[in-house]
Nanobody, 125 residues
Framework: VQLQASGGGLVQPGGSLKLSCTFS????????IGWFRQAPEKEREGVAISSRHDPPTYANSVKGRFTISRDTAKNTVYLQMNYLKPEDTAVYYCATRYNRMVLSARLSAALYDFWGQGTQVTVSS
């Protein structure tokens, strides 16, 4: 299973970025795929989760600003980030989980099976 995240960079507050995560090697069999982030000296936190037969799940801090989407034909999941804030600065990771989880657990990083390398997002003027 391989996951490759890309699209990070430096952006001013209020700006936008679109992250991509391309998956292969069996990752297409998963039920959940999502984005997580980790800022310096903070725990990794769930940001947005795409689930095979359920609506997406978002952290409260990004609702209304971030949108997760999946292109099955390209084996890619995206994270469109709008109205970025300095507190969104972090390394962003994508991860998958094969088995379905209850809604309340979906943003828990510890429950995901496979991880890609991170991509740095810096929001600063």
């Amino acid at each position: 299973v391989q996951l490759q995240a890309s699209g990070g960079g430096l952006v001013q507050p209020g700006g936008s970025l679109k992250l991509s995560c391309t998956f292969s090697g069996g990752a297409s069999d998963f039920y959940h795929i999502g984005w997580f982030r980790q800022a310096p000296e903070k725990e990794r936190e769930g940001v947005a989760i795409s689930s095979r037969h359920d609506p997406p799940t978002y952290a409260n801090s990004v609702k209304g600003r971030f949108t997760i989407s999946r292109d099955t034909a390209k084996n890619t999941v995206y994270l469109q980030m709008n109205y970025l804030k300095p507190e969104d600065t972090a390394v962003y990771y994508c991860a998958t989980r094969y088995n379905r989880m209850v809604l309340s657990a979906r943003l828990s990083a510890a429950l995901y099976d496979f991880w890609g390398q991170g991509t740095q997002v810096t929001v600063s003027s």
